[in-house]
C-alpha cells in the first residue's frame, strides 16, 4: 500500500475542509466559500454559523505580491461582510505569510496538525496493534488499561517507556481513550444513532421531506 507524502496528505485534508466549509454555507442564509486568488474565505455573516465557521484558509509559498493580494482580498471579503472575527489559517512552514500576517496585527491563536491513516492501519488499530512497534507498545498497553480487567501488567507500561513515549504521553493516551470508551457507553445508554443526530430531528427531516 503506498504510504501518503505529508505534502500530498496536507494538499487532501486542505481540499476536504474547504469542501466542508462549501456545504456548511449551503445551509446558512448569506454564506459563501470565496475562493479567491491566493486564498479561499469561508464568508458566514449570520448567527449561529458566524461564531464557529468563519476562517480563510492562505495558499503555501506566494511570492510577495502574491501574497499581499490574497491578505488584502481575505481582509476584504471579511469587511463586505460584517464579519470583524475570523481564523487566517496557513502552514507553518511558510514563514513569509507568517510575517505577513503578524506586521498586520494577527496575532497565533491555535495550530492543528493534518493526520491520515490508512484502511489497513485503521483495522489494526481496532485490534489494538500496529505495523509501527513504538505505537504497538502504547496500543498494547491502552488495551491492558482500558479494555481489560484487572491491574495492567508492569511490563506493558515499561515496554511503552522503552519505545519512546514518556508518562505525560502515556498518561494523555489514557485519558483519551477513556473519554472515547465514556461517550461510547453514553451514547448506548441513551441509544444516540451513530450519526450523533436525534429521534426529534431525524423526525422532523421526514416530515419536511
Given at each position: 500500500?503506498?504510504?501518503?507524502?505529508?505534502?500530498?496528505?496536507?494538499?487532501?485534508?486542505?481540499?476536504?475542509?474547504?469542501?466542508?466549509?462549501?456545504?456548511?454555507?449551503?445551509?446558512?442564509?448569506g454564506?459563501?466559500?470565496?475562493?479567491?486568488?491566493?486564498v479561499?474565505a469561508?464568508?458566514?455573516p449570520?448567527?449561529?454559523?458566524?461564531?464557529?465557521?468563519?476562517?480563510?484558509?492562505?495558499?503555501?509559498?506566494?511570492?510577495?505580491?502574491?501574497?499581499?493580494?490574497?491578505?488584502?482580498?481575505?481582509?476584504?471579503?471579511?469587511?463586505?461582510?460584517?464579519?470583524e472575527?475570523?481564523?487566517?489559517?496557513?502552514?507553518?512552514?511558510d514563514?513569509?505569510?507568517?510575517?505577513?500576517?503578524?506586521?498586520?496585527?494577527?496575532?497565533?491563536?491555535?495550530?492543528?496538525?493534518?493526520?491520515?491513516?490508512?484502511?489497513?492501519?485503521?483495522?489494526?488499530?481496532?485490534?489494538?496493534?500496529s505495523r509501527?512497534?513504538?505505537?504497538?507498545?502504547?496500543?498494547?498497553?491502552?488495551?491492558?488499561?482500558?479494555?481489560?480487567?484487572?491491574?495492567?501488567?508492569?511490563?506493558?507500561?515499561?515496554?511503552?517507556?522503552?519505545?519512546?513515549?514518556?508518562?505525560?504521553?502515556?498518561?494523555?493516551?489514557?485519558?483519551?481513550?477513556?473519554?472515547?470508551?465514556?461517550?461510547?457507553?453514553?451514547?448506548?445508554?441513551?441509544?444516540?444513532?451513530?450519526?450523533?443526530?436525534?429521534e426529534?430531528?431525524?423526525?422532523?427531516?421526514?416530515?419536511a421531506?
Open positions: 500500500m503506498r504510504h501518503l507524502a505529508d505534502g500530498e496528505l496536507y494538499a487532501r485534508g486542505a481540499a476536504t475542509l474547504l469542501a466542508s466549509w462549501e456545504e456548511y454555507a449551503r445551509a446558512s442564509p454564506a459563501a466559500l470565496l475562493r479567491l486568488r491566493g479561499a469561508a464568508v458566514f449570520h448567527e449561529p454559523e458566524r461564531g464557529v465557521y468563519n476562517n480563510a484558509l492562505l495558499e503555501s509559498d506566494l511570492g510577495t505580491s502574491e501574497r499581499t493580494t490574497a491578505v488584502d482580498a481575505m481582509e476584504a471579503a471579511y469587511s463586505a461582510a460584517g464579519v472575527r475570523y481564523a487566517a489559517w496557513v502552514h507553518e512552514s514563514e513569509a505569510t507568517r510575517r505577513e500576517l503578524s506586521a498586520r496585527g494577527y496575532t497565533l491563536d491555535q495550530s492543528t496538525r493534518a493526520m491520515g491513516m490508512s484502511l489497513d492501519d485503521i483495522a489494526l488499530a481496532r485490534e489494538w496493534d509501527d512497534e513504538r505505537e504497538a507498545a502504547l496500543l498494547r498497553y491502552l488495551k491492558a488499561v482500558v479494555a481489560e480487567s484487572g491491574t495492567p501488567p508492569m511490563h506493558l507500561h515499561e515496554e511503552a517507556r522503552e519505545a519512546g513515549w514518556t508518562d505525560e504521553q502515556i498518561l494523555e493516551a489514557i485519558a483519551y481513550a477513556s473519554l472515547e470508551t465514556f461517550t461510547a457507553m453514553v451514547n448506548v445508554a441513551g441509544e444516540v444513532p451513530v450519526d450523533g443526530s436525534d426529534d430531528s431525524r423526525t422532523r427531516k421526514l416530515r421531506a
